[in-house]
């Protein structure tokens, strides 16, 4: 088997991961339902991931490594350096609210399954947070800033007193604005 097609089957695997957890609930996360909805053998997902504890840890290091990716990016790309992390944590955290919040199946999966999986997680938070607050802002206001964008998503992801589209976008209009960057 080539490296391309590990990678695909791998990659198959937790989409019908996240598809499972998404469509049907936690409760139904088995390996048997991955392996069905994969259109793999159940050998072949063990191959890839040798428990329900490895699968749902290769869920959350992918999103992780998504999300990771999307706020670096963004911090990177950004023209002002001063406040620039912040910005892009914002910038992901809404982006991720917009497009359905897909990557929470993870989440979900680790945090009913076994917490202790999402360390990885935990960890990425931690760089998160330290980048924020040596951001080149006041880092009790960039802490805030994080804070928001995080109780905008878990808003969203609970159903909990959602924001319209127009509140929603003034609020990441402010945050940005608070940053040190400018309202478009």
Same mark, same amino acid.
């Given at each position: =088997? ?11 695997? %937790? ?10 609930? =936690? ?5 048997? $339902? ?42 990177? $790309? ?9 910005? &892009?944590?914002?910038?992901? $955290? ?52 994080? %804070?928001? &964008? ?6 969203? %992801? ?27």
């Amino acid at each position: =088997m080539t490296a391309h097609n590990v990678n695909s089957k791998r990659e198959a695997i %937790l989409n019908a991961a996240s598809t499972i957890v998404q469509r049907d609930g =936690m409760g139904q996360l088995t390996l048997d $339902a991955v392996a069905k909805e994969a259109g793999v053998s159940k050998g072949g997902l063990l191959y890839h991931f040798s428990s329900k504890d490895a699968l749902i840890t290769g869920m959350v290091d992918k999103s992780n490594e998504e999300y990771g990716q999307n706020v670096q990016l963004k911090a990177e $790309a950004d023209p002002t350096v001063q406040g620039s992390w912040s910005r &892009a944590y914002v910038g992901t $955290a809404f982006e991720e609210v917009e497009q359905g919040l897909d990557r929470s199946s993870a989440l979900f999966a680790a945090a009913f399954a076994n917490p202790k999986l999402l360390d990885g997680m935990r960890e990425q938070f931690k760089n998160w947070q330290n980048n924020i607050i040596h951001d080149g802002i006041d880092p009790v206001q960039a802490t805030i800033i994080r %804070l928001a &964008a995080d109780g905008l998503w878990f808003t969203e %992801l609970f159903g909990m007193a959602q924001l319209d589209e127009k509140l929603r976008d003034q609020v990441f209009e402010q945050l940005i604005s608070w940053s040190g960057g400018n309202k478009e």
